[in-house]
């Protein structure tokens, strides 16, 4: 399976990063003898997927707009991605700093991209798209 970052581009490093925390993961949980470990390591698993997920979907919008300052759906994406941060659901799912978590991955973004922060953020909070 061939993985690409957030441009699309190959990540020739990403399968093996991925397959050493794995591998990295059962070697623990095969340490662990109570059932219970594991199944709490599994739901933090999922919880952290969903997390990286939305990290991802976040970066992805981020850089669309910052190619495409009219883009909807890269708006509407952030917008998405925003609200799900700073939800009772995101709080349930980890103890982050949702502010933090957002600030941090839009100055990523501006240093990525060159831009400042008010030609990549989008309207509303924190920010104005020009």
């Given at each position: 399976?061939?993985?690409?970052n957030?441009?699309h581009y190959p990540?020739?490093t990403a399968?093996e990063?991925?397959?050493?925390v794995?591998?990295d993961?059962?070697e623990a949980?095969?340490?662990k003898s109570?059932?219970t470990?594991g199944?709490r390591?599994n739901w933090?698993d999922?919880a952290n997927?969903?997390i990286?997920?939305?990290?991802?979907?976040?970066r992805?919008a981020l850089a669309?707009?910052?190619?495409?300052?009219?883009?909807?759906?890269?708006?509407a994406?952030i917008?998405k991605t925003e609200?799900?941060?700073?939800?009772?659901?995101?709080?349930?799912l980890?103890?982050?700093?949702?502010?933090?978590l957002?600030?941090?991955?839009?100055?990523?973004s501006?240093?990525k991209?060159?831009?400042?922060?008010?030609?990549?953020r989008?309207?509303?909070?924190g920010?104005?798209v020009?």
């Amino acid at each position: 399976m061939q993985y690409r970052n957030s441009e699309h581009y190959p990540d020739p490093t990403a399968g093996e990063a991925i397959e050493n925390v794995y591998r990295d993961q059962q070697e623990a949980r095969r340490q662990k003898s109570p059932r219970t470990a594991g199944l709490r390591e599994n739901w933090e698993d999922l919880a952290n997927a969903v997390i990286l997920q939305a990290v991802e979907e976040y970066r992805e919008a981020l850089a669309r707009l910052s190619r495409r300052p009219g883009d909807r759906k890269a708006r509407a994406m952030i917008r998405k991605t925003e609200n799900f941060f700073l939800s009772r659901d995101f709080a349930c799912l980890t103890d982050l700093n949702a502010g933090r978590l957002l600030a941090r991955l839009r100055e990523e973004s501006d240093e990525k991209t060159g831009c400042g922060p008010e030609e990549t953020r989008p309207a509303g909070r924190g920010g104005n798209v020009k």
